[in-house]
């Protein structure tokens, strides 16, 4: 009987390495991710959009525009993770899996990035182009430039809304790109 609860308690203590393990990848990858994708949109925010139309720093309507794309940007990576977590997961429980779990952790990595990339910035341009053909009249970049918080806030609040209208989407986008095992059909 101590021979079986020997083997028992190892099982529990690999079982929790391994979820150990799991837990510090996937705050490593927030992380990284989180900071490389923030940093990047923050310069580009800055090239396209603060220098181009010599904006001052201090300017609260640029920093609310800036924010709300921060914030979505933030909100749509949110979930990357998860899909990356599943994809390393599937490859390494498969019986005959001889790979290399980093290069195929980054692989997955990659297109899971590449995809998110895409769809922020579809959202993004989309949600400016929503609101600069809703109001014809309005140049919102030069608006924003003046200050005109108003006009910063209702551009920000339609990115972050389709941000979130997106998100889920995207999330079951990425899903299909994870290495699920193949499922017997009885029919």
């Keep these: 009987m101590l021979f079986y609860q020997n083997i028992y308690n190892l ?26 994708l923030l940093f990047l949109t923050y ?19 640029v920093s609310v525009f800036s924010s709300s794309i921060l914030f979505s940007v933030a909100y749509l990576i949110n979930g990357i993770k998860s899909p990356i977590i599943n994809s390393l997961r599937m490859i390494q429980n498969q019986a005959n ?18 995809i998110v990339i895409i769809t922020i910035i579809i959202v993004i341009v989309t949600a400016i182009y929503l609101y600069t053909t809703m109001t014809k009249s309005v140049n919102e970049f030069k608006e924003i430039k003046d200050g005109n918080i108003a006009v910063s806030l ?11 209208m997106v998100k889920d989407s995207l999330y079951f986008l990425l899903e299909t790109f ?10």
């Design 11 to 36: 099982k529990i203590k690999e079982m929790d390495n391994n979820l150990i393990n799991y837990a510090l990848l996937e705050l490593f990858i927030s992380i990284i991710i989180g900071v490389i």
């Design 43 to 61: 310069r580009i925010i800055e090239r396209i959009f603060i220098k181009k139309h010599n904006i001052q720093y201090n300017n609260i309507a």
């Design 97 to 114: 899996y001889d790979g290399n779990i980093v290069l195929d952790g980054f692989k997955y990595t990659g297109i899971f990035m590449f």
């Design 154 to 164: 209702i551009v920000g609040v339609i990115v972050i809304s389709i941000s979130i």
């Design 178 to 187: 994870v290495p699920y095992p193949e499922v017997i059909n009885i029919y």
